[in-house]
């Protein structure tokens, strides 16, 4: 593309140097490893590092045009620079021209709230693709479309520029319509900047969690970014969780979202929430109040909390002409890899692996197992080394008070040992009566809680979900919880049956 075309842009800058109007630029870069004669870089301040430290990196790589934020008297003369006043929404809009401007040939829809993105989402792709609509799906569990997995991405949202690739490579495969989870740092960060989206979900809001370190500064900031969702994208449809007391707040005045409810105050409302346990699956089933008809709704997914992500998912899915019966028929079948996956290596006890990794997603979780009948409810955890030390106490503190047995262990331990970890999770059990043990270990943690496990436990693998990697001094090792119980299950002591006299 070139140069002149390619910053023909909705948002002003300065240019300094050699300007060549017609120049072609091959492609755009953040990262300035990558950069060649024919790129643009675009240097962008992280939490981290500094795209502006690297300027004379770029051009030593044989790169002359650059797009910054910040001005530099390093670069000669020879070097084109644009000077925007935010550089992120430089990156967000010319990646997406570079690209074709890809969101503007999909069906966009959004999903923000504190927990059930990624269940809500992969639900709703899910019903989406069995009403016959091509959908792509971009989040905490990777990117996926037609017979394309990528099971891990950086962020729950992706940069602008490796998001608009993926849109760009799920219109180049036939995708129609894409399911985005759309976090409060990405709208922070402008990860999403330019993009309009046709509806928007919300789910609610937690007080917890991501504020502080690199995250938010404060909670307000928190809800004003993912409120920026509902205002700011161009949004045609709403739905929200109306028994969050955010909803009313999340919404335009102009909107007439669809709410969903738990407590009858909504168009979509369920109610007679029961649950069952189907020989290590445990699942939901609940009567649900729609526009069209009253459906008995059955659910391979515990929690009244997933009741509510599928009614998001059914309610957004309406918009596009998906009778409440077609939707929840699709849900019927649909597991979420992570989100309360149950492990099924023995019919006498459950083993769940959920990517609860804060104090507020611990507790429903945990809220939700009790609804089910057990003998102990055990819990294998960590926390994230070297930062979310806000966590650890949290964290300790609900399995303290709601588990009978914690196993203490390694997250992802990167650069922190998982013993320091330990040290500010266990002081949570001093005057518990849950059982607390420490394996650093996780593999280990992992083999030590099968063996120990016993018919009518509950075991609950949390933190990791649908990750297959830990992060270990800076590189991601191969590790899923789920290979892991598989490979140990031969140490799961059998029940024993008392003999019995003749």
């Not at 992706?158 to 995708?175: D, F, H, K, T």
């Not at 008070?401 to 500010?424: G, K, L, Q």
């Not at 029940?495 to 003749?502: D, G, L, M, R």
């Amino acid at each position: 593309m070139l140069l002149k075309d390619l910053l023909d842009l909705p948002l002003p800058f300065e240019f300094c140097g050699a300007f060549i109007p017609d120049k072609e630029i091959d492609r755009v870069c953040d990262d300035s490893r990558v950069v060649s004669a024919g790129a643009m870089f675009i240097a962008v301040e992280g939490a981290v590092s500094d795209g502006h430290d690297y300027l004379m990196a770029a051009y030593e790589l044989g790169c002359r045009t650059f797009v910054v934020e910040k001005k530099s008297e390093l670069l000669p003369d020879d070097a084109f620079v644009a000077v925007f006043d935010d550089s992120r929404k430089a990156l967000a809009l010319l990646s997406a021209k570079m690209l074709g401007e890809p969101s503007k040939h999909l069906t966009l829809i959004g999903i923000t709230g504190t927990k059930g993105k990624t269940t809500t989402a992969l639900m709703l792709q899910s019903i989406l693709n069995s009403a016959g609509h091509k959908t792509g799906y971009i989040g905490s569990n990777g990117v996926s479309y037609g017979d394309v997995r990528i099971p891990d991405t950086k962020n729950t949202t992706p940069g602008s520029l490796e998001l608009n690739r993926y849109l760009s490579q799920m219109v180049q495969a036939g995708v129609t319509h894409a399911v985005l989870e759309v976090s409060s740092q990405a709208l922070y960060m402008n990860r999403v900047y330019g993009i309009e989206f046709d509806t928007v979900i919300f789910t609610n809001i937690g007080r917890d969690d991501h504020i502080g370190g690199a995250e938010h500064p404060t909670f307000e900031h928190y809800v004003e970014c993912k409120r920026s969702l509902f205002f700011d994208y161009g949004a045609k449809n709403y739905v929200c969780n109306a028994d969050d007391p955010f909803c009313d707040y999340m919404m335009p005045p102009s909107a007439d979202p669809i709410k969903v409810s738990l407590c009858g105050k909504g168009r979509y409302s369920a109610s007679n929430v029961r649950f069952y346990n189907s020989e290590g699956i445990l699942g939901v089933t609940a009567d649900c109040d729609t526009p069209t008809k009253n459906l008995s709704v059955m659910l391979p997914l515990p929690g009244a909390f997933n009741v509510m992500n599928a009614m998001c998912a059914v309610a957004a899915a309406s918009c596009y002409g998906i009778t409440p019966e077609r939707a929840f028929r699709a849900l019927k079948k649909t597991l979420v890899e992570g989100r309360f996956e149950c492990v099924p290596v023995a019919s006498d006890r459950i083993f769940v692996i959920d990517f609860a990794h804060n104090g507020m997603a611990l507790r429903s979780v945990l809220n939700a197992l009790k609804e089910y009948e057990h003998k102990r409810l055990i819990c294998v955890f960590g926390s994230v080394g070297g930062r979310t030390y806000g966590r650890r106490k949290a964290l300790g503190d609900v399995a303290a008070e709601m588990c009978d047995m914690a196993i203490i262990t390694a997250d992802d331990p990167n650069f922190e040992s998982p013993a320091s970890v330990a040290a500010d999770i266990l002081p949570s059990f001093k005057d518990s009566a849950c059982i607390a043990i420490e394996i650093d270990d996780r593999e280990q943690a992992i083999k030590y809680v099968l063996a120990q496990s016993r018919p009518g436990d509950i075991v609950l693998f949390a933190g990791k979900g649908h990750e297959n990697f830990q992060l270990i001094n800076g590189v991601r090792v191969h590790f899923s919880e789920r290979e892991l119980i598989h490979k140990y299950k031969e140490v799961i002591p059998a029940e024993i049956t008392p003999a019995v006299k003749k």
